[in-house]
């Protein structure tokens, strides 16, 4: 196996530090960058071996995100632009493990148990972020593919979503567009441009967006689409990476967790902005209003918007077609309520975690997911965007009708359906906005959010807690889910719920109420609970002043 030899030769050039182990998670492989070289070495191998697997072309993509400049990160993405699949995480998790002098045995037993066929031909194409670390780290895992014998395409600086994009475009043998940055920005700027023709006298006002780019990458493609765009859309870039750090005090993340403006973006009351985070999957937007004070509108009012706007062209076009918005535990209550009683939506509530939404989302004719950190796209099944078609073609349907089902097809083809993008999905709801004649204030008074808290707990051990019901209930400890439950009772609309990190010895606790105040109490006294029943550690939690 000439191969084999070259992996031996080449992995001690990217040697792994004694000791060190990793996990592969739902994002992949995170941690500070200087960790990383054999990792990445090792993902080139590891996807090497999925290409010939699934004989299709695999992503790999060298991003942190959201994470600080300093560290550094990979996922896979299989065939169809999806997350690797569960059971090769574990592969990503061995490998990245296996100590120097194991690694042939490690790859010996994957190919083994997967009964790969070594002479298939492998394809792996590499995009990477802005990180001043992503050039040798990326270039590790060029020398991986190589080193096992596979094809590698690197696509240089991208977003995340970008190269997903790739990935399903090559295996659909372009069905789903062309896999270029070309094709990308041609098929997103020219359905934008057909829905935003549905739109009525729109000022310069209207049409303009400031961008946080989160002095990633999302800013320069943004950039890039710009030109595309025409006179549709005009956008203010901050935070472009001239000069700030990635993801400091800036990008969805940042605004998300501390409720406010990023740094280097100067607005006045009313103006609409959204923040991408590092490698631009995530999207916010948000506003100041006449007395300064911050809104944000999150995932879940993404989702609102784009599943109502869904629902009306559904019925317009007269389409029988189950349309459902897919979120987790920590979607506001509000958004379920208005969802399920206004728009009469299908709401289903899934574990956390994009992997999970995704795969509850493909259930349905149509699917909306947003995780509440901006996260989300919409998935079609492949009967609806037959009927969609169908129905736009034909010839003897009435104007209205017609004109929904244009709508429809434009909006299938301003989606990234791989997998949440915010370039896609700012596209998106600028079109719904501007077709609705909607500012965002407008849009953030769909309905109003319950306050809510979230708090850290300490404990000895994460496991102890057991959930079930998509989270939203403890299973153990004993005693842990009647207390709740016995809290939760003496507020007004109120609604609390514990779960595991899944990277840290903490339960994370989540609480919302009528009031900010009572919201505050409930989450405090829920802590107590979880601190005295499931082994809490250091000092017992305090109140919220």
Not at 92 to 105: C, F, I, P, S
Not at 367 to 395: C, M, P, W
């Amino acid at each position: 196996m000439a191969h084999f030899k070259e992996v031996s030769q080449q992995s001690g050039l990217h040697p792994k530090p004694a000791g060190l182990v990793l996990q592969y998670g739902t994002a992949g492989f995170r941690t500070n960058a200087n960790q990383l070289d054999h990792i990445m070495f090792r993902m080139g191998l590891l996807a090497t071996l999925r290409s010939k697997k699934t004989k299709a072309t695999i992503g790999v993509m060298v991003t942190a995100s959201h994470n600080p400049e300093e560290d550094n990160g990979v996922k896979l993405i299989d065939p169809m632009g999806e997350m690797l699949t569960s059971s090769w995480e574990g592969y990503g998790t061995q490998l990245a493990n296996t100590e120097q002098e194991e690694l042939l045995t490690t790859l010996k037993d994957i190919v083994e148990k997967e009964a790969i066929d070594m002479s298939h031909e492998a394809n792996v194409f590499v995009g990477k972020d802005t990180r001043s670390s992503s050039a040798s780290l990326s270039q590790a895992v060029l020398d991986g593919i190589k080193a096992l014998g596979g094809h590698s395409k690197d696509y240089g600086l991208v977003t995340t979503p970008q190269l997903h994009y790739m990935v399903c475009c090559q295996n659909t043998q372009g069905k789903y567009g062309d896999a270029t940055l070309e094709g990308y920005y041609s098929k997103l700027s020219q359905a934008f441009s057909q829905l935003a023709k549905n739109a009525s006298n729109r000022t310069d006002d209207q049409k303009h967006l400031r961008v946080d780019g989160a002095n990633g990458i999302g800013a320069i493609k943004v950039r890039e689409l710009e030109s595309h765009l025409k006179k549709d859309l005009q956008l203010s870039i901050f935070n472009d990476g001239s000069r700030g750090k990635l993801n400091h005090q800036c990008g969805a993340d940042f605004v998300k967790v501390q409720q406010k403006l990023p740094i280097g973006i100067k607005i006045n009351p009313g103006d609409r902005c959204c923040s991408f985070d590092g490698d631009a999957d995530r999207i916010v937007y948000y506003y100041t209003d006449s007395k300064g004070h911050f809104h944000l509108l999150d995932g879940d009012k993404i989702a609102t918007l784009i599943s109502s706007f869904l629902k009306e062209l559904l019925n317009e076009a007269g389409l029988d077609l189950k349309i459902a918005v897919v979120q987790t535990a920590y979607a506001n209550g509000s958004s379920t309520y208005y969802l399920e009683n206004t728009m009469k939506v299908i709401v289903r509530c899934t574990k956390t975690g994009v992997k999970h939404l995704h795969h509850a989302a493909q259930e349905f004719d149509i699917g909306v997911y947003f995780e509440a950190n901006g996260h989300g796209t919409v998935l079609f099944s492949r009967g609806a965007e037959g009927k969609i078609q169908q129905l736009a073609a034909d010839t003897n349907i009435n104007d209205e009708r017609k004109k929904a089902a244009f709508l429809l097809q434009n909006t299938i083809n301003i989606i990234n359906q791989t997998v949440g993008d915010a370039i896609s999905d700012m596209l998106l709801i600028e079109a719904i906005l501007a077709i609705k004649g909607m500012t965002v204030q407008q849009w953030d008074t769909i309905y109003s959010d319950l306050p809510n808290r979230q708090l850290k707990v300490k404990v000895s051990d994460r496991r102890v807690i057991e959930t079930t019901d998509a989270e939203r209930r403890a299973v153990t400890p004993a005693g842990l889910q009647d207390a709740i439950d016995d809290l939760v009772k003496k507020y007004k609309q109120a609604r609390s719920f514990v779960r595991p990190s899944g990277t840290e010895d903490v339960v994370r606790v989540y609480a919302e109420a009528d009031t900010q105040e009572n919201a505050d109490a409930l989450a405090h006294e829920v802590s107590l609970a979880v601190y005295g029943l499931a082994g809490g550690v250091g000092d017992e939690p305090k109140p919220l002043q």
